[in-house]
């Protein structure tokens, strides 16, 4: 079993910023892939940001310059600093982790969800 543990969502007024963190914990053998999602009423699950397998990291366009990825030396806490909110980030942003177990087995692992709501 893997889990992901959100933290950080939160109401922010426009402009304003927050720090949404992400912790995997259980059977990992290796971490392949690890990022934010989001989902807006009535809206598809959409990207946010991610660490690819090589560790480059993928940005969706709207966020670009104003959110940043970053992840702990184990690799197994990603971080995401966002930065000028707008009132269209508002959302239930979603970590997401592509494991390997210690099985060893693929899983695709999601977070429960944690809010951000950005007021104008």
């Known amino acids: 079993q893997v889990q992901l543990v959100e933290s950080g969502g939160g109401l922010v007024q426009a402009g304003g910023s927050l720090r949404l963190s992400c912790t995997a914990s259980g059977s990992i053998f290796n971490i392949n892939t690890m990022g934010w999602y989001r989902q807006a009423p009535g809206n598809q699950r959409e990207l946010v940001a991610a660490?690819?397998?090589?560790?480059?990291?993928k940005y969706q366009d709207s966020v670009k310059g104003r959110f940043t990825i970053s992840r702990d030396d184990a690799k197994t806490t990603v971080f995401l600093q966002m930065s000028s909110l707008e009132p269209e980030d508002t959302a239930v942003y979603y970590c997401?982790?592509?494991?390997?177990?210690?099985?060893?087995?693929?899983?695709?692992?999601w977070g429960q969800g944690t809010l951000v709501t950005v007021s104008s």
């Open positions: 660490f690819d397998r090589g560790g480059n990291t």
């Open positions: 997401y982790a592509g494991v390997v177990t210690t099985y060893p087995r693929y899983l695709d692992v």
